[in-house]
Every structure is written in structure tokens, then in C-alpha cells.
């Protein structure tokens, strides 16, 4: 175990969450034509999500100042992503009842590194050799997969805080988590923004 950490979220972004993870070790990365898989598999998950989450806001954006016509075509709009929300849950309440995710851990997701808490018991030694899956959304049990090796562990609180480096990761995959990671924080900083506003008011 490292004294220190490898600080690659010290000075960068990271979406972070309680996400359902799991891990196991691996004796090798995958054969060029299935890392390709892996990468292609986790950007389509990651745009469908992102669809998704868009079409969510521009259905709860409707404004109150549109003219009759834009105000029914965004009404069609809301009806249509409320099935479509509607339809998720019951896929995921199907999958899910297939599927037993895996226990929620903090997770921190970055472009070239990823950080998860869990139970000392439950954490791998530094220089292992993983497979990762974590699962985004659970309306949508599929999960991102990450292979990658072990740069540190060390204590949080009463655990363990892992930090995994990214093996084979394309520049595609790479980008597409640093959009979701920067639209994040832009929320969270908004939210911020929010609630000080809120409290001033008061």
C-alpha cells in the first residue's frame, strides 16, 4: 500500500456518484479486437444515457412564453420521454429483478483514472490487474467496463480508497467521459450557484 496517492484527481474533474461496482482480477488485458468491443460497448452506453438525460431537460424546459403551436410540440415532446421514462423503469425493474447489482460505492470516474471507497476486506492489492464494471444508471442495469491496473490504496475513514488506472482506453471512449465529467461539474456548480442565491434572498 502507497503512503501517498498518485493525485490524479487533485487538480482534475471527476463525475462522482454511488454507484454499484465490481471488481475482478485479471491475468491479461483482452485481445486487441475485444478492447476495441469493450470501448465501442461503453461510448454507445454513455451517448444513449446522455440522449436521454437531454431529451429529459428539454421536455421539463417548456416555456411558458411559447406561442400555442411550439407549446403543443413540446407538450408531444414531454408525453413522448414520459413513456420513454416509464418504459426504462419497467426495463430495469425486469432487469434488475434478473440481475443483483453489485453493492453502491463512492466513485470517482475520470478520463484516464477512476476512484472507488469500499471495506478494507474488500480492496485489491496496489499492482493488481482488473476488470471493472460499474453501472451509471440503474433505471439501465448495463454496466461501463474498465480494465486497468492498481496505482495506490489507502485508508479512508473506516475503509479503503482505490485508485485504478485505465488499460487500453480509446481516444473516442476518452473524450465522450470527459464531456459527461464537464457537464457534471457545470451542474453542480449551478446547483451551487442556486442555493447561495437562495440563501441571500432569504
Known sequence: MNDSPAGAFSTGL?????????????????????????N??????????????ESSRVGASISTGADEEDHAAQHELQRLEHKIDLLMEMMGQF????????EPLCTRIGA????????EAQAPLAGSRLRVEV??????????????????TGAQGEGMRVELRYDGVSDALRGVLEKIIFRQ??????????????????
Open 112 to 119: 484516464d483514472f477512476m476512484q472507488w471507497d469500499c471495506p
Open 40 to 53: 465501442r460497448a461503453n461510448e454507445h452506453l454513455l451517448r444513449n444515457l446522455t440522449a436521454i438525460e
Open 14 to 38: 471527476c463525475y462522482e456518484d454511488q454507484l454499484p461496482l465490481h471488481w475482478q482480477r485479471v491475468a491479461v488485458l483482452p485481445a486487441p479486437a475485444g478492447m476495441l468491443a469493450v
Open 95 to 102: 432487469l434488475g429483478a434478473q440481475l443483483v447489482l453489485p
Open 135 to 152: 453501472f451509471p444508471d440503474r433505471r439501465f442495469p448495463s454496466p461501463l467496463v474498465f480494465f486497468g491496473t492498481v496505482e495506490w
Open 185 to 202: 461539474h457545470r451542474r453542480l456548480v449551478a446547483q451551487q450557484r442556486e442555493r447561495q442565491g437562495a440563501r441571500h434572498s432569504g
